[in-house]
């Protein structure tokens, strides 16, 4: 085809380890009581190295993870509704059933 090589590189799955996540590590073991191995543990391990960074870095990221997405979604949706005019709700007019006085 194209001959541009091979435009990712898979990585080793030798590179996860179960010893290295101390959760991952108390199932294995758990598990080992029970005369029981889950061959596919190891796959589950990039999901706690994944987390790594301070709590800190960690809180921030899970806030603002969408925001890439969200904040121009949210400006178009604005520009689009400036363009055609759309406004939700009350627009600041006369309330049609408030005043029921004679106005002679």
Do not use: C
């Amino acid at each position: 085809m194209g001959g541009h090589g091979v435009p990712y590189k898979i990585p080793s799955p030798d590179i996860y380890k179960v010893e290295d996540v101390p959760e991952l590590k108390w199932v294995q073991e758990e598990l080992a009581k029970k005369g029981l191995k889950d061959p596919w543990l190891r796959n589950e391990v990039w999901r706690y190295t994944a987390l790594s960074g301070t709590p800190f870095s960690r809180t921030f990221e899970g806030l603002t993870r969408g925001f890439k997405y969200a904040i121009p979604a949210f400006l178009i949706t604005i520009a689009i509704e400036q363009a055609f005019g759309i406004t939700y709700g009350n627009d600041g007019g006369h309330d049609d059933h408030g005043d029921h006085g004679d106005h002679h």
